[in-house]
């Protein structure tokens, strides 16, 4: 494998178009480390998504219960 000249830099983010052996081209990607702040603010955001998940499977289950005595008074 090897560069063939052209390379974008974003910010964090190194995008570089590349060739490999039978000629192919490709696009390969290399993302440098994230902060001490940015972990913990993923770590977070994961966290709450975790819990939101959660929430909305008892809200799901709750829900399956009413309907489930509702339709059996109704039988």
Same mark, same amino acid.
């Given at each position: 494998?090897?560069?063939?000249?052209?390379?974008?830099? +974003?910010?964090?983010?190194?995008? &570089?178009?590349?060739?490999? *052996?039978?000629? #192919?081209?490709?696009?390969?990607?290399?993302?440098?480390?994230?902060?001490?702040?940015g972990k913990n603010v993923v770590l977070g955001? +994961?966290?709450?998504?975790?819990? &939101?998940?959660?929430?909305? *499977?008892?809200? #799901?289950?709750?829900?399956?219960?009413?309907?489930?005595?509702?339709?059996?008074i109704e039988a």
């Open positions: 494998m090897h560069k063939i000249g052209i390379m974008f830099r +974003l910010k964090n983010l190194i995008i &570089m178009k590349q060739k490999n *052996r039978v000629g #192919e081209h490709y696009f390969r990607w290399l993302d440098m480390e994230t902060c001490t702040r955001l +994961l966290r709450r998504t975790r819990m &939101m998940e959660i929430e909305m *499977r008892e809200t #799901e289950e709750r829900k399956n219960v009413v309907v489930n005595t509702l339709q059996s």
